[in-house]
Nanobody
Framework: QVHVVESGGGSVQTGGSLRLSCAASGYTQCWYDLTMSWYRKAPGNEREFVSARDNGGSTTYGDSVKGRFTISQGNSKNTVYLQMNRLKPEDTAMYYC?????????WGQGTQVTVSS
């Protein structure tokens, strides 16, 4: 079992910044390509892909966040950060982290980000 915990959410004004953290613990040994991803879901909307980073360092971003958000690895391969700059009201959502290895996915409980205009 892998336990995923997000933190760093909060309320900011338009144009502000936040840094989200995600840490996975437990049985995190991965013999395959480990990928850690961020998704978000706003009320009434579908879950949206935000960003991902594999253990080779390759990163991907959703179109709506390109150029504003940056994903990076923390002190271990089971920790990632999401630096969010130039936040907009439409970034308001619950942000979830996903740990993926060998076809197994584990999700965190989410952290709320609210951007006011």
């Amino acid at each position: 079992q892998v336990h995923v915990v997000e933190s760093g959410g909060g309320s900011v004004q338009t144009g502000g910044s936040l840094r989200l953290s995600c840490a996975a613990s437990g049985y995190t040994q991965c013999w395959y390509d480990l990928t850690m991803s961020w998704y978000r879901k706003a009320p009434g909307n579908e879950r949206e892909f935000v960003s991902a980073r594999d253990n080779g360092g390759s990163t991907t971003y959703g179109d709506s966040v390109k150029g504003r958000f940056t994903i990076s690895q923390g002190n271990s391969k089971n920790t990632v950060y999401l630096q969010m700059n130039r936040l907009k009201p439409e970034d308001t959502a619950m942000y979830y982290c996903k740990w993926s290895c060998g076809g197994y996915d584990f999700w965190g409980q989410g952290t709320q980000v609210t951007v006011s205009s």
